[in-house]
């Protein structure tokens, strides 16, 4: 099975006040991190069946960019090669010029179409920019388009929720992946009293959740992962890699990745990354243990793991069935949404060891 590509692409416009993922709003050495970005893809002798070009920004970088990083890569056809777009960034010609460089699917960060909301998480588009950017891409012939919604921001309630996931299903999307806030310490927001404040109470959130979960459905949209949505034949190819734990390669600063068995980090700040001659990969151990596997594959609602997979889970799922967490399908468990919000502690209760061996 070919492994998939991910290319962290570290430069944003501003920081959003929520955000902690790596990435820096000085872009001079944009043209620098690219070329090394090619450099360590032209070093990877195979094929990919899968792209993911995440951030940051990626669509800060020029199309003629995105294509000279995916020449240097070799990638299969009907490979899925997906891009995470910034509403606020990105126009119609943009989008056909990033599609003849190969991109075939979208991501778009839209968080909320409540201007408010959107200014408390400190993006910098507006909610008609999401919907022309989404109605452009369209326009450009993509026909794989993912949008991201947050779930309990500030000043958010079940009605502009509503609105928010109305206003999404009504938009060509065939994707919605739909995230729960979370307050990172150390980011604007978590230090912002005022705001703390407004953010949804956690049953206010639960309620959300399954709204969003039960809304979706409604409208066509599968619930395939804890907090992943799509139409038909349109699940993220390059995400499921993750869930199913199979292996991909990352390059760029603070990406990740899992190849002969070994999972590993790329240790490099963005001036080490340019200067050496392959970036540094930090080993993170071993992965795809029974454990892992499961503990992943329990996020993913439509599978789950079969029933058989740990000496004590048959017994063990019981209680969890009858509480309306889980389902029990042709020998396979599965989350029910009740079950997602406490998904952490369900899958450490399904994976942990109780000294019976296995
Ligand atoms: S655009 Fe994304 S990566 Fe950049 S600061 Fe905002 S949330 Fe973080």
């Excluded at 460089?101 to 979208?106: D, E, F, L, P």
């Excluded at 958010?156 to 206003?167: A, G, Y």
């Excluded at 990406?255 to 990969?281: K, M, V, W």
């Excluded at 042709?330 to 994976?351: A, D, E, H, W």
Aim: charged share 25%; aromatic share 8%.
């Amino acid at each position: 099975m070919s492994r998939g590509l991910y290319i962290h692409v570290p430069f944003c416009v501003r920081k959003c006040r929520y955000c902690d993922f790596f990435s820096v709003t000085d872009t001079s050495l944009a043209e620098s991190y690219v070329r090394s970005v090619i450099k360590n893809i032209s070093a990877l002798k195979e094929s990919f069946s899968t792209v993911y070009f995440g951030g940051g920004t990626p669509s800060l970088l020029s199309a003629e960019q995105i294509s000279s990083i995916l020449s240097a890569a070799e990638i299969e056809s009907g490979a899925e090669v997906s891009m995470e777009v910034n509403p606020g960034t990105a126009g119609e010609s943009y989008f056909r010029e990033i599609k003849a460089a190969g991109v075939n699917r979208i991501s778009f960060g839209i968080q909320s179409f409540n201007d408010k909301e959107l200014a408390a998480l400190g993006r910098i588009h507006k909610a008609s920019e999401a919907v022309s950017a989404v109605l452009s891409a369209s326009k450009a012939g993509f026909e794989n388009i993912s949008g991201d919604i947050m779930l309990a921001v500030p000043f958010q309630t079940e009605k502009s929720l509503r609105e928010t996931l109305e206003k999404a299903v009504s938009l060509p999307l065939t994707h919605i992946s739909a995230y729960l806030l979370k307050v990172e310490e150390g980011t604007p927001l978590a230090e912002d009293e005022e705001l703390l404040k407004k953010l949804p109470s956690e049953d206010e959130t639960a309620d959300m959740y399954l709204e969003t979960v039960d809304l979706l459905g409604q409208h066509g949209f599968e619930h395939y992962e804890i907090s992943n949505f799509s139409k038909s034949g349109f699940e993220c190819r390059h995400n499921l890699k993750y869930w199913h734990c199979e292996e991909y390669r990352g390059i760029g600063v603070s990406a990740h990745g899992f190849a002969e068995g070994e999972r590993y980090r790329c240790g490099d700040t963005i001036e080490s990354f340019i200067n050496s001659p392959l970036q540094r990969n930090i080993p993170a151990g071993r992965g795809g243990d029974p454990e892992e596997r499961a503990m992943l594959a329990l996020r993913l609602t439509k599978e789950g793991i079969p029933v058989t997979m740990f000496p004590n889970l048959e017994k063990r799922s019981e209680q969890l069935i009858k509480s309306g967490l889980a389902r029990l399908e042709n020998g396979f468990l599965k989350l029910t949404p009740k079950g997602c919000l406490v998904s952490n502690q369900i899958i450490i209760y399904c994976t942990e060891q109780d000294g019976g061996g296995r």
